[in-house]
C-alpha cells in the first residue's frame, strides 16, 4: 500500500472555528452532505425489513437488482443485465477499493482528473499502483494507466462531458485495454447542461466491456447515512468484484437494500429535491456574482465552482470571518489553487443566511 495523504479537511478546522465563531452562527458550505429528510418511501422500507436475522446476499436481493435496472434504464437510457449490477456499502468505499480488488498493484498506473474527489488518488494508494492526475479537459491522456477514473457531472468544478467526449474515452480505453469507470453520483443534478451515463448506448455502444458506472443515493435520495450505492456495467468486472466482495465481507445489510429498492423505484423524491437545490444554487449564484466572484464550470453536481483571482486559502479566511465556511479549492488539486467550492447541501435558512451576509 502506498503512502496515504493527509486527510484533507484536517486543515480546514481552524478556519470552520473561526466561522463558528460568527455571532449568527456557522453557514457550512464546505462539505456536500445533504441536510433534507431521506425520503418516506426509504425510510418505511428500511423500518419494514429491520428484522432481518440472516446473512444479506452480497449481490443484493433480486428486488434491489431490478430496481437498479429500470432506474438505469428509466432515468439514464442505460439498458444493463441484473447480472451486471452489484450493491455497495457507500460508493466511496467501492471507490478506493475498486483498483485493488480488481487485482491493480505495483507497477500499475491508476489516472484521474486533475481537479478532482481526493478518493480517486486513494483508491490507487491502496492497491499499491501509482496515482497520476491527469488534466482531462483535452482528451485522453497520453499515456496508457490501468484505469481512468472520470466523474461527470464533476465535483469540485460540475463540468458535464458530453456525449461525444465520453465516447472518446470509451473508444480509447478499448482501443488500450484501459478500464474506464465514471463516478455518476451526481447524475441526476444537471443545471445548464443534461448529464449523460457512461453505460449509454450512444456512449458505449450496445455493450459495456471496459466500462463501469459508479451510482450513489447519497446525493440522488439524501440517505448519504444508510451508505448506499452501486456498480454497473462490465458484467465480467462485475462478477469478479462480486466475487472479491464475499470474501472480503462486504456487503450490504438487508434493510439498506431494502431503502434503496424502494428509493430507485420512485422519482417524486427526486423531483422534489431538485427544484430545492435549484432555487439554492440561483440564491447563491446571484449572490457570488453581485459580490465580485466568478463561477467557473457548475454545469451540474451540487456545488459552485467560484474564484475571485486569489489565492483560496486566502478567500476561505474572509468568507470564514463572515461565518461562511467554503472548501479551498487546493483540496481537490493543485489547478483548484484559486477557486473555492461551495456546497448547495444546507438548509434554505442558511441558504439565506448566507447570501444576506455576501450582499453586505
Known amino acids: 500500500m502506498g503512502e496515504l495523504p493527509a486527510f484533507p479537511w484536517s486543515a480546514l478546522m481552524p478556519l470552520r472555528a473561526l466561522a463558528a465563531g460568527h455571532p449568527g452562527g456557522i453557514v457550512n458550505l464546505a462539505l456536500g452532505t445533504p441536510v433534507d ?3 418516506d418511501v426509504a425510510r418505511a422500507a428500511l423500518a419494514a425489513a429491520a428484522d432481518a436475522p440472516g446473512h444479506p446476499a452480497t449481490e443484493g436481493t433480486p428486488e434491489f437488482r431490478e430496481a437498479a435496472t429500470r432506474y438505469l434504464k428509466r432515468r439514464l437510457g442505460a439498458e444493463v443485465a441484473e447480472t451486471a449490477v452489484l450493491p455497495a456499502v457507500g460508493t466511496k468505499e467501492l471507490i478506493a477499493w475498486l483498483p485493488a480488488a480488481l487485482g491493480l498493484g505495483p507497477g500499475d498506473t491508476v489516472a484521474y482528473p486533475r481537479l478532482s474527489f481526493p478518493t480517486y488518488d486513494v483508491s490507487a494508494r491502496l492497491a499499491g499502483a501509482t496515482p497520476q492526475a491527469v488534466d482531462l479537459t483535452a482528451g485522453p491522456p497520453a499515456f496508457t494507466p490501468k484505469l481512468l477514473w472520470l466523474n461527470s457531472p464533476s465535483n469540485p468544478d460540475g463540468r458535464i462531458l458530453t456525449v461525444a467526449e465520453l465516447r472518446e474515452y470509451v473508444e480509447w480505453g478499448r482501443k488500450h485495454g484501459v478500464l474506464v469507470v465514471n463516478d455518476e453520483c451526481y447524475i441526476e ?9 457512461i453505460l449509454h448506448p450512444d456512449v458505449s455502444g450496445p455493450g459495456h466491456e471496459g466500462v463501469l458506472a459508479v451510482h450513489s443515493l447519497s446525493k440522488r435520495s439524501n440517505m448519504a447515512g444508510y451508505r448506499a450505492g452501486f456498480v454497473a456495467g462490465d458484467e465480467r468486472l462485475v462478477r469478479t468484484l462480486l466475487e472479491v466482495r464475499r470474501h472480503a465481507g462486504l456487503i450490504v445489510p438487508a434493510p439498506i ?8 423505484n420512485d422519482d417524486d423524491h427526486v423531483a422534489g429535491q431538485r427544484l430545492r437545490y435549484l432555487r439554492r444554487r440561483t440564491l447563491l449564484l446571484e449572490a457570488l456574482l453581485g459580490r465580485g466572484f466568478r463561477v467557473d464550470g457548475s454545469a451540474g453536481s451540487l456545488f459552485l465552482w467560484a474564484t475571485e483571482g486569489r489565492p483560496c486559502w486566502d478567500t476561505t479566511r474572509d468568507l470564514a470571518e463572515l461565518g461562511i465556511l467554503v472548501a479551498p479549492g487546493e483540496i481537490y488539486g493543485p489547478a483548484g489553487e484559486k477557486h473555492v467550492r461551495l456546497a448547495l447541501t444546507a438548509t434554505d435558512e442558511r441558504i439565506e443566511t448566507a447570501v444576506t451576509r455576501l450582499r453586505r
Open 37 to 39: 429528510p431521506s425520503p
Open 189 to 197: 443534478h444537471g443545471w445548464t447542461a443534461e448529464p449523460v451515463s
Open 257 to 264: 437494500a431494502a431503502a434503496m429498492t424502494a428509493a430507485l
